[in-house]
């Protein structure tokens, strides 16, 4: 039986550099072009329009390298996206339940000295929605928050932009190089620390685990707890 051949090298090259270019596209360009049609759409909406996209891309920086240089191999195998079972599992899970509650409280700092400077901070706007929306428009922005964007997002900034720095730098820097660009990424000052930090534990966490499904739970699971906690808090 033949084994699939893997050319793993310019498969993440490839990936970093569609995911990069991704990157640029949705967090500098896009934001600036697509500003005037905010006014043509429902706060939910247009937030809606803009996550699909997004996700889609980071999903595809991704597949397309594995479909071009290694066609014959599982994705399973080409993306680690085995399934976390046992102590795995329960790391991924009630790690993050512990790093939730740690990061609220660096969140609360950043808040803090934020308006000590006096620049008073502004929550995303999925938070927004979350706290003031329909019943309605929460379910429908649930599955793109805690389905769609931990895939997206990890295969993204777990795998593309942390692969192939990993390869040459060793784990820490990698780790570091793609956490701070997830933090940055998010365009938000009042989240940024926490999130920079987030990206840490999820790094270590793929590694810990050699499986991307463990932050993909990990990430649906912070972002659902944040969305409970949101919503009970508003209501």
């Given at each position: 039986?033949?084994?699939?051949?893997d050319?793993?090298?310019?498969?993440?090259?490839?990936?970093?550099?569609?995911?990069?270019?991704?990157?640029?596209?949705f967090?500098?360009?896009?934001?600036?072009v697509?500003?005037?049609?905010?006014?043509?759409?429902?706060s939910?909406?247009?937030?809606?329009l803009?996550?699909?996209?997004?996700q889609?891309?980071?999903?595809a920086?991704?597949?397309?390298?594995?479909?071009?240089?290694?066609?014959?191999?599982p994705?399973?195998?080409?993306?680690?996206?085995k399934?976390p079972?046992?102590?795995?599992?329960?790391?991924?899970?009630?790690?993050?339940?512990?790093?939730?509650?740690?990061?609220?409280?660096v969140?609360g700092?950043?808040v803090?000295l934020?308006?000590?400077?006096?620049i008073?901070?502004?929550?995303?706007?999925?938070?927004?929605?979350?706290?003031?929306?329909?019943?309605?428009?929460?379910?429908?922005?649930?599955?793109c928050?805690?389905?769609?964007?931990?895939?997206g997002?990890?295969?993204?900034?777990?795998?593309?932009l942390?692969?192939?720095?990993?390869?040459?730098?060793?784990?820490?820097?990698?780790?570091?190089?793609s956490?701070?660009i997830?933090a940055a990424?998010?365009l938000n000052?009042?989240?940024?620390?926490?999130?920079?930090?987030?990206?840490l534990?999820?790094?270590?966490?793929?590694?810990?685990?050699g499986?991307?499904?463990?932050?993909?739970?990990?990430?649906?699971?912070?972002?659902?707890?944040?969305?409970?906690?949101?919503y009970?808090?508003?209501?």
């Amino acid at each position: 039986m033949t084994v699939p051949e893997d050319n793993l090298s310019p498969r993440l090259e490839l990936s970093f550099s569609l995911a990069f270019v991704s990157l640029i596209f949705f967090t500098a360009v896009l934001p600036g072009v697509s500003a005037g049609l905010r006014d043509f759409f429902p706060s939910w909406l247009f937030l809606l329009l803009m996550t699909v996209p997004v996700q889609a891309a980071n999903i595809a920086s991704c597949l397309i390298p594995v479909w071009r240089y290694s066609p014959g191999l599982p994705l399973r195998d080409a993306l680690d996206l085995k399934i976390p079972k046992g102590k795995d599992l329960e790391t991924a899970v009630f790690g993050t339940l512990i790093v939730y509650f740690l990061l609220a409280f660096v969140t609360g700092i950043t808040v803090y000295l934020l308006r000590k400077i006096g620049i008073e901070p502004q929550e995303q706007e999925a938070v927004m929605i979350f706290r003031s929306g329909t019943p309605l428009e929460v379910a429908i922005l649930i599955p793109c928050t805690v389905i769609l964007a931990p895939v997206g997002e990890e295969f993204c900034f777990r795998y593309a932009l942390f692969r192939k720095p990993e390869q040459h730098l060793g784990f820490f820097p990698a780790a570091l190089i793609s956490s701070l660009i997830f933090a940055a990424a998010h365009l938000n000052l009042q989240v940024m620390p926490a999130l920079f930090l987030l990206g840490l534990w999820l790094s270590w966490l793929y590694r810990r685990t050699g499986s991307l499904l463990a932050p993909m739970i990990a990430h649906a699971l912070f972002n659902a707890m944040s969305i409970l906690l949101i919503y009970v808090i508003a209501r």
